[in-house]
């Protein structure tokens, strides 16, 4: 019904990926929405040792025997204390077979993947990376416009030039982000011609989404008017909603904080402890702008059925008359 070289590949249901989210993708969002027929990463980053990912993993495993992926972030990182390369041995290691890096270009670690059998997904923001990773036997490339939460690239193009423009010179199949929220969003991707979707901020306001109830209630409040680009400065830009805590980002990035002096302020441990505490105050919180189409809390399962449902209706729709 929805076949796409992105459920193929990855063995899913449906081409519908919930976005890696830092310390939120954990086996508790990470299962329902495999069970649900979708594909979601657990994050290697939030893990500093071996053991406790490889009990993530397990605790994934013992809650859905659908395939599942993790991410391993090739961003500049200011507290890693393991190496992109330890952890993707670690994904080796752990048996799961899809591998999700996002950030800089994964050339340096494409044989070590290759090797270790992954399927691998690189997620990029501009169409000249795609293009790169697209020659380096990368199984999928996924791309995310300006409207994305987390991290789109300086040059703010909006994925609906971003789909298109990398489609056009890619040959793999693509992965489309930035935006997506619903099954009229999915159908357009697919009729640009991508595989399927990337869906983070959405996937947040679900049921089962490890994050404070306030925040939530938050991400339903919040109109998409209501983010903002912080750590431009740093050449690392990230969406986040507009909150007291990325308001005082912004006003120190305008006075030219250096990195030190933003560091306490960007901090994902700090981001992510305020999401469980439901304050936001400091930190950030990514979030894109697709934030103003969420108006309610469903579970993942409801999610996804109503987002296919969506899409079969969008696509009887398109075939009539206008
Ligand atoms: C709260 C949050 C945390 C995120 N953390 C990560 C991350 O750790 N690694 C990553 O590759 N992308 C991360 N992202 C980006 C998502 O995986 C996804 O690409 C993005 O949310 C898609 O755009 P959308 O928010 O418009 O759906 C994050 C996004 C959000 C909203």
């Known amino acids: 019904m929805l076949q796409t070289k992105m459920t193929e590949i990855l063995g899913i249901k449906y081409p519908i990926q919930c976005g890696t989210m830092q310390a939120i993708s954990m086996a508790e969002l990470v299962a329902p929405v495999a069970n649900a027929g979708g594909f979601c990463c657990l994050p290697a980053a939030a893990f500093q040792t071996k053991q406790d990912f490889m009990n993530e993993v397990k605790k994934t495993r013992d809650m859905t025997d659908k395939p599942f992926g993790v991410n391993v972030g090739l961003f500049p990182e200011m507290t890693a204390t393991v190496t992109a390369e330890e952890r993707i041995d670690w994904v080796i290691e752990s ?3 899809i591998l999700e890096t996002a950030g800089r270009s994964p050339a340096p670690h494409r044989e070590q993947i290759a090797k270790g059998g992954l399927t691998h997904i690189h ?5 000249r990376d795609a293009v790169k990773v697209d020659g380096l036997g990368v199984d999928l490339v996924s791309i995310v416009g300006t409207e994305c939460g987390g991290h789109p690239s300086m040059e703010e193009v909006t994925t609906l030039v971003l789909i298109p423009a990398t489609l056009d010179r890619i040959n793999k199949p693509l992965i489309a982000g930035g935006g997506f929220a619903d ?10 011609g991508a595989a399927g979707v ?3 901020t959405r996937f947040m306001a679900t049921q089962e989404c490890p994050i404070h109830p306030d925040f939530k209630k938050k991400l339903v409040e919040t109109p998409e008017t209501e983010t903002v680009l912080v750590m431009k400065t740093l050449m690392n830009p990230s969406r986040v909603l507009r909150t007291p805590g990325s308001e005082k980002i912004l006003e120190l990035e305008a006075k030219g904080a250096s990195l030190e002096e933003l560091a306490p302020h960007i901090s994902g ?3 992510a402890g305020g999401g469980k505490e439901g304050t936001f105050d400091k930190g950030m919180y990514p979030g894109g702008q697709v934030v103003g ?3 309610d ?3 993942v399962a409801e999610l996804m059925e109503r987002i296919v449902n969506e899409a079969m209706e969008a696509k009887k729709k398109a075939g009539r008359p206008f």
């Not at 997620?123 to 169409?127: E, M």
């Open 123 to 127: 997620k990029c923001a501009r169409v």
């Open 198 to 200: 990337n869906m983070g």
């Open 297 to 299: 809390i469903p579970t």
């Open 269 to 271: 441990r700090i981001s």
């Open 293 to 295: 189409r969420i108006h």
């Open 183 to 192: 099954g009229k969003g999915l159908m357009a991707a697919l009729a640009f």
């Open 95 to 97: 048996g799961v077979k």
